[in-house]
Nanobody, 114 residues
Framework: QVQLVESGGGLVQPGGSLRLSCVAS????????MGWYRQAPGKQRELVAH???????NYADSVKGRFTIYRDSAKNTVYLQMNSLKPEDTAVYYC????????WGQGTQVTVSS
């Protein structure tokens, strides 16, 4: 069974940075694409960042210029580098991968607060 495991969440001050990691139990090129989603209290889950195997990326308008998604295939890992964090970035962040079906990690909490 394919597993995705997120880590790197925590508490950070506004303007700070965090790097989230998603480690897959299979080679990440087994996926057609991978992405990061987030869900804040009282809100729908939303796409944050997405990357496919041609390295084409997409970002939510709210994070463009601040967040970067990238992959390290040797480590079977996808990262989300988050800079200039804002309180509204507070959410549970989930890793997603698509092959012949869709896979999800369990999520990692990011809290941005003074």
């Amino acid at each position: 069974q394919v597993q995705l495991v997120e880590s790197g969440g925590g508490l950070v001050q506004p303007g700070g940075s965090l790097r989230l990691s998603c480690v897959a139990s299979v080679h990440i090129f087994s996926f057609k694409s991978m992405g990061w989603y987030r869900q804040a209290p009282g809100k729908q889950r939303e796409l944050v960042a997405h990357v496919d195997n041609s390295e084409t990326t997409n970002y939510a308008d709210s994070v463009k210029g601040r967040f970067t998604i990238y992959r390290d295939s040797a480590k079977n890992t996808v990262y989300l580098q988050m800079n200039s964090l804002k309180p509204e970035d507070t959410a549970v962040y989930y890793c997603n991968g698509i092959s012949y079906k869709e896979y999800w990690g369990q999520g990692t909490q990011v809290t941005v607060s003074s």
